[in-house]
Every structure is written in structure tokens, then in C-alpha cells.
């Protein structure tokens, strides 16, 4: 029981995280209409530059250049690329984004090397005694900030006047644009605040119990594109259902492993792709998606 | 057919005829990689650019016909907790076997491929390269787990396609290895494949694919069974993919599961787009540019600013090879919407010769109505 529980709130706390990243992933979606496979070198982007920063600037301003840095990023793929290719398809707007995640992944992945970066983060490896059940005081930190990050962001979409633009433009494009509202402004806002959310995403993906920054973080980042999938793209709700569930599912598959080892090992990497499918056959447009309506 | 596509059909034969003559054991390996790259690609473009179903798995097919192949082909060994199970069927029996068992796993992910639309697609094949990851390092017994098993030559009719020391063959003067002599089999596969997609590109099924990918709903309401054409769609081109397999499994001489992973399915997607959406050329274009690039940034690395030898500090490279077709796939969505096919096609137009009859056909660009 004990495990169970540890397994639980671990399981949450990642799920909270892999949610920034499907967050991020949901709100380039729906301003932009594009799917973002470049959101994994986004998150890299982030961590690489609070890890180089953190010894000589410490850890809180590493962590504000960090989600200063992937913000322009994604601002600037989304002005130099996105904005640029408009006339084409949508999937093939998809494909840029791969391009962009080669060129990006593979030049940060050699400045990463071998090495594995520590983020300087203050909660260590320090961990919090609740009865019997042990959790590190990192997994905490991450639910907790991720959580109020998530709820911040979902009143600053509901009630400012940045997320009515930005919900309006999803909606129907053009006639926000006949209201006044700047359809390249929002864009390129969501692409930022989405390369902001997989910055602090990869803050609390290489700390404590992860031994930090190394190359094989974007694998570990994409295992968000799966708790968007299968919350549904365009939905926020979906995107925290969706990572909730990724992260407990990991999480218990991880822990249980001894006892599901004839399965295979790394049966915890592959389960939120398994899970996905599962829910993907039974609701093609994903938990909370909307269901694609055509007039003809 | 026109004078000027038989005239290229012969020089391109002629050259493929006589590279095996010149060129060393390096190049040829490489060609061949180009070559299975080119068969795989095909398969893709028939999917993603003629029916434009999004499929960032394709490398896991690849997977399927190589451990396939080798499985289907080699001798069962015994070794304590290294045994290696197989069958010991026939080589070329092995390879059309492997083709099959792509194409059944392909029809097994009908239930997704048929119904998931764009990026929900993409995202869902993306499960299969994790998935086959997985299998490939559990699955010891059929893959050899991580560090993957030898791969059985060819043999066809009695003739080996692999080194034969014993009785070296020598024609004109150049010995013929292993390369030299999968050099011919890989030509005379991809030609097979490359016709065969031709010719569903440019029948009926090529023009209902192309009318799934401009517009679904139209498409059945003209009559075309969209959720069959899909599946079917995603089966063939699997099985491409599995044929692909067994060819660099036998160049490889040793399949390694890591090998097929996302980088592979991300490259086989950059090959498509580079080299043109939708048309069997573009594909193999695309194909050579993507996999030759390492190889020529390597050869002229001395000569290039800002790529280093192997072993240095700096851009190595295949690193380098990778940045640049991840940014060719910008350049080329950003300002040549056809690919570097597009971009051929339209020198000849200012050159102002006539064009081959079939070039212009195929529209690379859907008009703004057909996004969704």
C-alpha cells in the first residue's frame, strides 16, 4: 500500500509535468493549427540554457533565462517558419516542425555530449517523510508549481484579454481577425508561452530522481505527445486528464515492473504510447477532443 | 512514353550498369543504402504524399522486414541463454515472407490507420517505433536483443550474394563482392518497386489516393471506399518498407534493433518532403540526397568550413548531414513547394523544353481549401 502510494503521488507529479508539456502542445494547436513536433527540442532548449547558466547566474535567474530563452525560441520558429508557410497544408506545416526539431535536436544533443548537466536546482535529494510513505521533496515541488502554473494559465485563458484573443482566433480565425484581434501576435504568443511551459517542464523532467540533463531527455519528452493525443489536441482539459494519466500509468508500470517482468523490461517507457492506442481505438478524436464536424 | 524519358531511363540503366565497374566498396554500400532508402521512400510517399496520411513509423517496418528476414531465413542456434531461434526457409523465400509479415503488421494497425486523421495519425504510428523498440530488446530470441544478429546471405538460384573467397568471381578485371553483387539485386529491386508504385500512382487507385488526400468527404461521395483505400494504403506501403528492411539488413550484414528508431522514420519523412510529395521520383531524389549527404560531407570534410574529422572537437559529419536536411525540409516546405522534383521541373520549364507528359500532373501544392 505504502508503494502504491508513493507510486501515486509520483506518478501525479510527473503527469503534472508531462501536462505543462501537453499544455504547451495544445495552445500551438489551436492558435496555430499546427502540430508542434518540435516541442521536444523546445523543452531542451530550456534545460540546456538553465544548466549552463545556473553556476554563474544561480538557479532562480538560470531558470528565468531558461524560460526567457525556449519562449523566444518557439517565438521565432513561429516567425521565421510557421507564419512564413502559410499557404500550405496543415500536415505539411507538421513536417517543418520535424525539420526544425532535426536541426535543433541534434545541435543541442552534441553541445550536450556525453555529459550529464545538473540544473543547480535547491531541493537536492532531499526527501519528505509523510507516515510511512517516502517522497522527494523535488516530485513535490514539481506538483506544486506545475499545478499552479497549469491553474494560472487557465485563468489568465479564460479572463484576460490575451486568452480571449487567443480562444476567439481558435474558434474561427478570421473573423477574429475582422474583430481586431492580432492573429500574429497570437501566435506568436502561444508559441512562446508554450516554449516557456516546456522550459519549466524540463526543469522538473532532470531533477531529483532523474540524475539531469543528458541526451536522452526529448525521448523522455515525448511521451507528452501522447497525453495530448489522447486527451484530445485541441482541448485544455484533455491536456491535464491526459498527462495525469501518462504519469500515473508510467509511473505503476515503472514500479511493478519486478512483478510484470514477463512482459518485457521497459515495459514503464512504452506503456503511455500502449495506453494511448487503447483509448485512440476507442475515441478516434481523443478523451476530450472535439469530434471534426465537415459541411459539404 | 516520351523520347526524353526513355533517353533518362537508359542513362540512369547504363549507369547502374557500370558503377559497380568503378567506383570502391565504400561507395557502393552507400549506394545501396541509397537504394534501400529509395524503396522505403516510395512506400512513404505513397501514403503520406499521395494519400496524405501522416506516418512517423515507417522505420518500424523497416524493423519488421529485417528481423523478419532473418529470422525466416537463418538457422536455429543453440546456446544456453543466447539461443537464436529461426527458421531455415530458402533466402529468397525468407525475403518474400519478411515483405508479408511488414505488410500483416501494417494490416494489424488498419484499425488505427484507417480512422485517425492527421496529426492524431502521426502521433499514433510514432507509438510504433516505441513499441518496436521494445519488442526488438525484449524479443531475444528473434532479434538478438541489443546488440541484433548476423544476417544470412542471399542466395538466389545458387548464387550467393555475399563474399566467396573460395571461388572469387572476377568480371572484367573487378572482383565481385558482396556489394557488387547486391548492387544489381538492390537496382533491379528498386526498379520493381519503383514501377509498381508508378503504376498505382497513375491507375485508378493512384487517382482515388490522390482524392482521399485533397479532400476525404468528396472522396466518398465520388465512391471511393475511403476507410479500405487507407488501410490498404498503409499496408503496402509497410510492405515497401518491410522489402526496404530486408535490403539493408543485407548490406548491413548485422541487424541492429537501434538502428530503427525515430531518427530513421524522421529521416525517411525528410526524404519525401525534400525530394517532392506524392510522385515515385520525388522519393528516390529525396532518398539519395538524405543518404548520400553524410557520406559526401565526410568525404569533403576537409574542404568544407565548420565540419571537423571524425574524433574532433566540433560539427562532425553526420551531425552536420542531419542539420542540413533538417533545414533543406524547412527551405523546401518555405520556398520550393514541389521538392527539389518541383524545382527540376520548373529549370525545364524556363529552359523552355517541352516536359515529359506525366510531369505536371500531379499537384504538389493542395490548394488552401484542401487543408484540414
Not at chain 1, 84 to 97: D, E, G, Y
Request: glycine share 12%; charged share 10%.
Amino acid at each position: 500500500m505504502t508503494t502504491f502510494l508513493e507510486l501515486l503521488v509520483n506518478g501525479i507529479s510527473i503527469g503534472a509535468v508531462y501536462a505543462l508539456i501537453a499544455l504547451g502542445f495544445v495552445i500551438i494547436f489551436k492558435a496555430t493549427e499546427v502540430v508542434n513536433f518540435a516541442h521536444a527540442s523546445l523543452l531542451l532548449v530550456g534545460g540546456f540554457i538553465v544548466a549552463k547558466t545556473h553556476e554563474s547566474v544561480g538557479f532562480w535567474l538560470a531558470l528565468l533565462l531558461g524560460l526567457a530563452g525556449a519562449a523566444a525560441v518557439g517565438a521565432l520558429i513561429e516567425f521565421a517558419v510557421i507564419r512564413r508557410a502559410n499557404v500550405i497544408s496543415h500536415s505539411i506545416l507538421a513536417i517543418v516542425t520535424i525539420g526544425v526539431d532535426i536541426v535543433l535536436t541534434t545541435e543541442l544533443t552534441r553541445q550536450i555530449g556525453t555529459e550529464v548537466l545538473a540544473l543547480g536546482d535547491p531541493w537536492g535529494s532531499e526527501v519528505l517523510h509523510l507516515g510511512a510513505v517516502n517522497i522527494p521533496l523535488a516530485r513535490i515541488a514539481a506538483l506544486v508549481t506545475a499545478s499552479l502554473v497549469i491553474a494560472l494559465f487557465l485563468l489568465a485563458f479564460k479572463y484576460t484579454n490575451w486568452g480571449v484573443a487567443m480562444r476567439a482566433t481558435a474558434e474561427d480565425a478570421e473573423t477574429a481577425a475582422l474583430m481586431g484581434v492580432r492573429r500574429g501576435r497570437v501566435s506568436m504568443g502561444a508559441w512562446a508561452v508554450a516554449g516557456a511551459l516546456a522550459a519549466l517542464a524540463a526543469l522538473f523532467m532532470c531533477i531529483f530522481p532523474t540524475p539531469g540533463l543528458d541526451r536522452t531527455v526529448t525521448a523522455t519528452a515525448m511521451k507528452a505527445f501522447p497525453a495530448a493525443i489522447l486527451g484530445g489536441l485541441d482541448s485544455t482539459t484533455g491536456a491535464l486528464a491526459g498527462g495525469l494519466i501518462i504519469g500515473v500509468t508510467e509511473s505503476l508500470v515503472g514500479g511493478y515492473q519486478s512483478e510484470l517482468v514477463f512482459l518485457g523490461r521497459g515495459l514503464g517507457d512504452v506503456a503511455p504510447f500502449l495506453v494511448m492506442i487503447i483509448i485512440l481505438l476507442i475515441r478516434p478524436a481523443g478523451l476530450f477532443g472535439t469530434r471534426e464536424l465537415a459541411r459539404v | 512514353m516520351s523520347r526524353s524519358t526513355i533517353l533518362w531511363s537508359a542513362a540512369l540503366a547504363a549507369a547502374a550498369l557500370v558503377i559497380p565497374f568503378y567506383l570502391d566498396a565504400s561507395w557502393l554500400q552507400d549506394g545501396l543504402f541509397a537504394m534501400a532508402a529509395a524503396i522505403g521512400a516510395i512506400g512513404l510517399n505513397l501514403l503520406t504524399g499521395a494519400t496524405g496520411q501522416l506516418s512517423m513509423g515507417h522505420a518500424f517496418f523497416l524493423a519488421v522486414g529485417a528481423f523478419g528476414y532473418v529470422y525466416f531465413a537463418s538457422e536455429p542456434q543453440e546456446g544456453g541463454a543466447h539461443a537464436l531461434g529461426g527458421l531455415g526457409l530458402p533466402t529468397p523465400l525468407a525475403a518474400v515472407l519478411a515483405v508479408l509479415l511488414a505488410g500483416v503488421a501494417g494490416g494489424l494497425f488498419s484499425p488505427i490507420a484507417a480512422r485517425l486523421k492527421g496529426a492524431y495519425l502521426g502521433i499514433a504510428t510514432l507509438a510504433l517505433i516505441f513499441i518496436g523498440q521494445f519488442a526488438m530488446t525484449n524479443a531475444t530470441p528473434v532479434t538478438g536483443g541489443h546488440n541484433g544478429r548476423p544476417v544470412p546471405p542471399m542466395e538466389l538460384f545458387g548464387f550467393v550474394f555475399a563474399d566467396t573467397p573460395e571461388a572469387p568471381l572476377v568480371i572484367a578485371g573487378v572482383p565481385f563482392g558482396a556489394l557488387e553483387r547486391l548492387w544489381f539485386l538492390g537496382a533491379i529491386l528498386l526498379l520493381g518497386a519503383g514501377l509498381f508504385a508508378r503504376g498505382v500512382l497513375r491507375g485508378r487507385p493512384g487517382r482515388a489516393m490522390n482524392t482521399i488526400r485533397d479532400h476525404e468527404i468528396a472522396a466518398g461521395v465520388m465512391g471511393v471506399p475511403v476507410s479500405r483505400y487507407r488501410a490498404g494504403v498503409f499496408v503496402l506501403s509497410s510492405m515497401y518498407g518491410g522489402l526496404a528492411g530486408v535490403l539493408v539488413a543485407l548490406v548491413f550484414q548485422q541487424t541492429v534493433p537501434d538502428y530503427f528508431g525515430l531518427l530513421l522514420a524522421l529521416a525517411y519523412l525528410a526524404m519525401i518532403i525534400i525530394g517532392g510529395l506524392g510522385s515515385v521520383a520525388g522519393a528516390v531524389i529525396g532518398a539519395v540526397f538524405v543518404s548520400m549527404l553524410p557520406r559526401l560531407l565526410t568525404r569533403y570534410s576537409d574542404a568544407l568550413p565548420l565540419i571537423v574529422q571524425p574524433g574532433q572537437e566540433g560539427v562532425g559529419a553526420a551531425e552536420a548531414a542531419q542539420i542540413l536536411y533538417g533545414l533543406a525540409v524547412v527551405v523546401v516546405v518555405l520556398f520550393l513547394p514541389g521538392g527539389l522534383l518541383g524545382l527540376i521541373t520548373q529549370l525545364r520549364l524556363r529552359t523552355g523544353r517541352p516536359l515529359p507528359a506525366a510531369a505536371p500532373k500531379h499537384s504538389l501544392t493542395p490548394t488552401p481549401e484542401t487543408r484540414n
